[in-house]
């Protein structure tokens, strides 16, 4: 075979796979910090055996839940810990509901209606309570009641200290630690135009509280030599912010591994912007279908 024949059937190879990779449709690709591509079966190997994960999801986006279930039962399968659940969407104040659901005190229908749950509950959140009931793994609402932080939006953190004790079991220690410089709560700061007086300062701390919050309860129900896998908003856990810095403040050891999730137009190489947002970061076609 000539030089010119054997180049040209190189291009023809490189011509074909070239466009096979542009009409293969991929859902999802999976990228370490630094924006090199790495398989599922890889991410759930060097997660398995962590102790805290936190899976930042953008709450309308359905192939985000799917995964979430899907890590779940893989995790089931291939670590040897005991696993607790954990969800942002659920607030502490209904742990009690919630725990008669999980030990058949009361059925399915007293449950919905007994429990304050965001709109898409059912089709993106059910599935993987479902799973842990079924599992017997407890699941744990973790996140601050949502007018708490309504309040502390509004008119400071001073109202905190005059709750009730029943009431304060419902959020994290007071007075919670926050620090304004951290870079998700000085975004938000210059949200408000770039203020730092008490007033523009509400605005983070709404939003620390929550992190707080959920922090506190995964440290609090940490299963022991075991696995605590959170799901949550991407905003409380990106660059290993929020939640993150909270449960290395009340347990400065632990382990803990990101994950988040990022909607691109092309996958198949991370933008510069999302390098070290998470453990795992998680690329998803912004066109994928979303539940709201």
Not at 62 to 80: I, R, T
Not at 131 to 139: L, Q, R
């Amino acid at each position: 075979m000539n030089l010119r024949i054997k180049i040209f059937l190189l291009l023809t190879f490189f011509s074909i796979s070239n466009l096979w990779s542009q009409s293969n449709k991929p859902a999802y690709q999976i990228y370490t910090p630094k924006g090199k591509k790495v398989s599922y079966k890889k991410m759930i190997k060097q997660i398995k055996d962590t102790e805290v994960i936190l899976f930042g999801e953008f709450h309308n986006l359905s192939l985000a839940h799917w995964l979430q279930l899907e890590v779940l039962q893989d995790l089931s399968k291939y670590s040897d810990k005991c696993i607790t659940v954990g969800l942002e969407m659920l607030e502490a104040d209904y742990q009690l509901v919630l725990n008669d659901y999980l030990n058949d005190k009361i059925n399915n229908e007293t449950y919905l209606e007994q429990m304050e749950l965001w709109s898409n509950y059912d089709t993106d959140y059910a599935p993987v309570v479902e799973f842990a009931k079924e599992n017997s793994y407890p699941v744990i609402a973790t996140n601050v009641p949502r007018r708490y932080a309504s309040r502390l939006f509004k008119e400071g953190e001073s109202f905190l200290e005059d709750l009730t004790a029943e009431e304060k079991a419902w959020i994290a220690p007071l007075p919670f630690p926050f620090d304004a410089s951290l870079p998700g709560y000085q975004k938000m700061l210059e949200m408000m135009g770039g203020g730092h007086d008490g007033e523009s300062l509400n605005f983070p701390k709404a939003q620390a509280i929550k992190d707080a919050t959920m922090a506190h309860f995964i440290i609090q129900h940490l299963p022991k030599n075991g696995l605590f896998y959170h799901l949550n908003g991407a905003f409380h856990s990106d660059y290993f912010d929020g939640i993150n810095w909270y449960i290395k403040q009340y347990r400065p050891n632990t382990k803990i591994k990101t994950l988040t999730t990022v909607l691109q137009k092309d996958i198949s190489s991370l933008e510069e912007e999302f390098l070290n947002a998470a453990n795992f970061i998680i690329a998803i076609p912004e066109t994928m279908t979303k539940t709201y």
